[in-house]
Structure formats: structure tokens, C-alpha cells
């Protein structure tokens, strides 16, 4: 479980394929892997991976096909920077939002607009994923937690401080660009649990 609060940016320092999979290798800050175990999930850009070798400054992780397809990891290159986070502790605090780190799909940039040191972007997104959506809620792009503005048929629109913009890759990003969408976890339940509410109140009529 994580929070969408990124910790720190990674830098790809080696793809390598391997089948349908990759073999990705990041350098990433001593804060992150200072603390870091074979075996320990991590989120990149919100794609929670388990690392599976660790050396100087280095962590090595593997992105199989299924993860491939659903994310934008398959569309990294060599010297990119992706977003990073540890698990919640269990004492730790929840400053964004429960965040599984099972990335539901991916959309991409529609607009960036500019309003002094802030900026509003608009997204295209699938619309199975923009029915999950509502404005004031919770939605996590390429691991990060946000808050959505608007959302409609097929986008939504985020506002960002500058602080956001300098810690993580969203400040690097151009129109076109694609991310990683995770949904608000409770949004997925009230979707599934509705159409099963009006099947049970209309039985009862």
C-alpha cells in the first residue's frame, strides 16, 4: 500500500528485454536505496515492482508483459526519470490517498496551461476509467496523489503547485506525453456495489 506521496526520482540506467519482460534498472537516491531488500515492493510511477537485485546506488527490478501493457514502463528509455516510493509504514502517515500500486491503465496530455508559477493539465483518459472519477476526489498519475478539478466523458484536469512540479516528473512532461492512472480505490467498489444495490431494491418492489 502506498500514499502517492513521491519520495524520490530514479534515473534508468539499464533496460534490458528479457522475453516479453524487461529487466529495469534504476539509480535512485541513498534515501531510498540506503533502506532498500531484495524483495521489497517499491512504486515506480506508481507501478508497484519488487526489487530483485540491489548494488551501488542501483535497483534492479523486472516488468513482465502484463504490466508492460497496462503502464507507460515499456515506453521508458535510457536516462528517464520515473517517480519513487516506499510502502506505507505502518506508523507512517497518510498524507495523500490509499494508493494500491496496481496501475489500472494509462492515458495521456491533452493541455498544459500556465498561470504563473502553477499549471492545469487535462488528460485524455479511457472512459471506464473517467466513471471512477469525480471532482474533489482523489486520482494518482504516474504514482502521484492529486486532486481532480474537472472531470468529463473521457478527461479530467489537475492543478499543480510548484512544489509538485519540482519533486516529481510531472514538471518534465510535454502534450503527448503518457502516464500511468490509478483510481480511487473507493470509487471501483461504489461502481461494482451500485448496479448491485438496484438489483436487490428492484427485486424487493
Not at 515492482?49 to 514502463?73: P, R
Not at 528509455?77 to 497518510?94: T, Y
Request: hydrophobic share 40%; charged share 20%.
Amino acid at each position: 500500500m502506498f500514499t502517492g506521496l513521491v519520495e524520490a526520482r530514479g534515473t534508468v540506467q539499464l533496460l534490458e528485454k528479457n522475453g516479453s519482460a524487461i529487466d529495469l534498472t534504476l539509480e535512485i537516491s541513498e534515501l531510498i536505496t540506503n533502506d532498500a531488500h531484495i524483495g521489497d515492493s517499491v512504486a515506480i510511477n506508481g507501478c508497484c515492482l519488487t526489487v530483485v537485485e540491489i548494488s551501488d546506488g542501483l535497483l534492479k527490478f523486472q516488468a513482465g508483459a502484463e504490466t508492460l501493457a497496462k503502464t507507460n514502463l515499456g515506453l521508458l528509455s535510457l536516462g528517464d526519470q520515473v517517480n519513487i516510493e516506499r510502502p506505507l509504514a505502518a506508523n507512517g502517515r497518510l498524507g495523500g490517498h490509499f494508493v494500491q500500486g496496481h496501475v489500472d491503465g494509462v492515458g495521456s496530455i491533452k493541455s498544459i496551461d500556465r498561470d504563473g508559477e502553477w499549471i492545469t493539465m487535462w488528460f485524455d483518459v479511457p472512459q471506464e476509467l473517467a466513471l471512477q472519477m469525480v471532482p474533489k476526489g482523489s486520482v494518482t498519475v504516474d504514482g502521484i496523489s492529486l486532486t481532480i478539478v474537472e472531470c468529463r466523458q473521457t478527461a479530467f484536469s489537475i492543478a499543480l503547485i510548484p512544489h509538485t512540479l519540482e519533486v516529481t516528473t510531472l514538471g518534465q512532461k510535454q502534450v503527448g506525453s503518457v502516464v500511468n492512472l490509478e483510481t480511487d480505490i473507493l470509487g471501483k467498489y461504489v461502481q461494482k456495489l451500485i448496479p448491485l444495490t438496484l438489483d436487490g431494491f428492484n427485486e424487493r418492489r
